[in-house]
């Protein structure tokens, strides 16, 4: 028999096992922290708030709906947590006007293009990092989790429509930011 599903470990959970949380621990802490890593730009908070989501998603467990997936709900928890977190510190702004689109140079050889893509992730991290909380939860969510919008909005508590709008201005947030580090 093959290894026991998320939502198989969720129920041994809630019957008291838990070695099979450690389990769920085991298979989505990597996600979790690249969210939280991702929200926050310090490994040192990023890891502390991992641990935070999964003391939380733990305590919580009563609320999930087990016909759902274990994946996208606990990042969600992760999400929330660190955005709560980010609402205590001073928020960041930029304008929100540009017009350039976002894009990556295709990968080439040699040791000189790495260099460059490298540097080029260095100022797309920096970049993200500077947006407002709200627009860099989407812009994680979307394009490092790879949530469809409607996942968005449901793991963020908002609407449809504020998910498209916060993706459109995020983007063109960093396009201009991007745009002006050339």
């Not at 969600?76 to 894009?103: F, K, Q, T, Y």
């Not at 050889?109 to 790495?114: L, N, S, Y």
Request: overall charge positive; aromatic content about 8%.
């Amino acid at each position: 028999m093959g290894a026991p599903s998320d939502r198989d470990l969720v129920l041994r959970t809630r019957q008291g096992d838990v070695n099979a949380f450690g389990e769920l621990v085991q298979r989505h802490q990597r996600a979790v922290f690249n969210v939280c890593y991702r929200l926050l730009g310090d490994r040192h908070e990023a890891e502390d708030l991992t641990q935070e989501a999964f003391i939380r998603a733990y305590q919580r467990l009563d609320t999930f709906d087990v016909e759902r997936p274990f994946g996208p709900w606990v990042r969600r928890v992760a999400a929330n947590l660190c955005l709560n977190h980010l609402e205590r510190r001073r928020p960041l702004s930029l304008p929100l006007d540009g017009e350039r689109s976002l894009a990556l140079q295709a990968p080439s050889a040699g040791p000189e293009a790495a260099l460059e893509r490298a540097e080029q992730w260095d100022r797309l991290r920096a970049a993200i990092r500077a947006l407002p909380p709200h627009y860099r939860a989407v812009i994680e969510l979307r394009h490092f989790q790879e949530l469809s919008y409607a996942e968005i909005a449901e793991a963020l508590g908002i609407s449809l429509g504020n998910v498209k709008t916060y993706l459109f201005r995020a983007r063109k947030q960093l396009a201009r930011r991007l745009q002006a580090d050339e």
